[in-house]
């Protein structure tokens, strides 16, 4: 019985901090979570926009390789060719000039030993 009445309760203003304490941190917690949820959104939706942004940039990409590809075909180089006023040859005659030969001579001389 002694010890029964040595052990004390918490007085009700130490409980009502508590829960103060309590109140307070569960408040600033949802307050973070909230803050993080909408942050992370907001990151969700601009890389949206980026992935679009990257989908129209190479859709842009295929058309110019497309159309460097329509130029430089050979039927279009032809053409273009053609209307800048030049001709092609009626006959190729190809240059070769003849190799020399060149004849290298080296002298290898050992020196010492008696063989």
């Known amino acids: 019985m002694q010890m029964l009445k040595q052990f004390r309760y918490p007085s009700n ?3 009502l901090m508590a829960a103060v304490c309590s109140g307070i941190l569960l408040f600033t917690l949802v307050i973070l979570w909230l803050a993080i949820s909408t942050h992370t959104a907001l990151m969700s939706r601009q890389l949206d926009a980026y992935d679009a942004q990257l989908a ?3 859709d ?5 390789w497309k159309q ?4 430089t075909a050979p039927l279009e180089m032809d053409r273009r060719m053609r209307d800048a006023g030049y001709t092609v040859p009626d006959r190729v005659e190809f240059l070769m000039s003849q190799p020399t030969a060149t004849v290298v001579s ?3 001389t050992l020196s010492g030993g008696g063989r």
């Open 13 to 15: 203003r130490q409980a």
């Open 56 to 58: 129209q940039i190479t």
């Open 60 to 64: 842009e990409t295929n058309s110019l």
């Open 68 to 71: 460097i590809g329509d130029i």
């Open 106 to 108: 080296s002298t290898v």
